[in-house]
């Protein structure tokens, strides 16, 4: 009887301590933590209940369940390289990396199916539809405006699966081989072009600063030897001047001496002197020869008059 008892008493134990457990694991299942920046979608008997934020938050046992965690971060797919054919028949790869955030977690879990691969072929496609109204060069020189069309495309494609597309970026565009061939030489001719245009407007503005340096030294030139000649002129007319005032000078105070006749006479035979001792081969003489007898006659008093 008394093993009985001690055996009905260890089952009653080992029952007590199951249902403990049992409680304590649907207590726990029942316990949701969600971490910040994610969401959590719970479904009570298999239909969409509520979207749970961060924080701590209490189950219904058995009829709640968690149906999907959804992160709220941005997100960055980078999607494989994309076949494409250019207007001018031009077939490129080109890969699309795409930014993306989820703004409604309940139409992100049952708005699209597998909402990742969604993007990717959409993108795709929108991509060829883009190219395929561009030339290769305006490919290459169009980016931003490729990327800010397919980036409100997708905007607006993916408003029903609760995603925000935030940027589309191209991150390589590969044309042919031939093609990067053909573009490598039309960028080195080029470049050649610039190299020689640069080359020649350097050697025409060396030759039309030497040629105004020459033209300012000859205008220099000429103008000092004009200053220079302008001197020597002015220097011989002043000397002319001095010249003239000084006769002026000697002729007025000889005057204002009021000198005798025979000073005067004795003057001019001093000239005649003059004239005689130079190298002249011919020597003019008066056409008054009537005085010279007189001339001589004076000459003759002073003379004496000075003895």
Not at 46 to 75: C, M, N, Q, R, W
Not at 142 to 170: C, F, H, Y
Not at 218 to 223: M, R, V
Request: net charge neutral; proline share 4%; with cysteine.
């Amino acid at each position: 009887m008394f093993l009985d008892a001690s055996v009905g008493l260890i089952f009653l134990i080992i029952a007590i301590a199951i249902i403990l457990i049992v409680l304590v694991i649907v207590f726990a299942r029942c316990i949701v933590v969600v971490p910040q920046a994610h969401a959590v979608i719970i479904q009570r008997l298999g239909k969409y209940h509520k979207t749970l934020e961060a924080g701590f938050h209490v189950l219904a046992p058995f009829i709640d369940s968690k149906a999907k965690v959804i992160t709220l971060k941005e997100i960055v797919a980078d999607f494989k390289p994309q076949p494409v054919i250019t207007k001018d028949n031009v077939t490129m790869q080109i890969d699309t990396v795409v930014y993306y955030q989820i703004t409604d977690p309940k139409l992100y879990a049952y708005g699209v199916d597998n909402p990742i691969n969604a993007i990717e072929n959409l993108s795709a496609t929108t991509l060829r539809n883009l190219i395929g109204d561009l030339e290769l060069d305006q490919t290459l020189t169009s980016r931003d405006t490729i990327n800010q069309k397919m980036r409100i495309i997708l905007d607006e494609a993916t408003d029903p699966w609760g995603i925000k597309v935030n940027r589309v970026e191209l991150k390589n565009i590969l044309p042919p081989k031939d093609i990067q061939e053909a573009m490598e030489k039309q960028m080195r001719a080029e470049r050649q072009k610039r190299e020689a245009i640069l080359t020649a407007e350097g050697e025409k503005q060396a030759a039309i600063l030497t040629a105004e340096g020459k033209k300012e030294a000859a205008i220099l030139n000429a103008e000092a030897v004009r200053i220079q000649a302008v001197k020597e002129a002015e220097g011989k007319a002043e000397a002319i001047i001095k010249l003239a005032e000084a006769e002026a000078e000697g002729i007025r105070r000889i005057n204002e001496a009021k000198p005798s006749a025979e000073y005067v006479t004795l003057k001019g035979f001093e000239s005649l002197e003059k004239v005689a001792d130079g190298q002249a081969t011919k020597i003019v003489v008066p056409t008054e020869i009537s005085n010279v007898t007189g001339l001589l006659t004076a000459l003759k008093d002073t003379i004496d008059t000075k003895k």
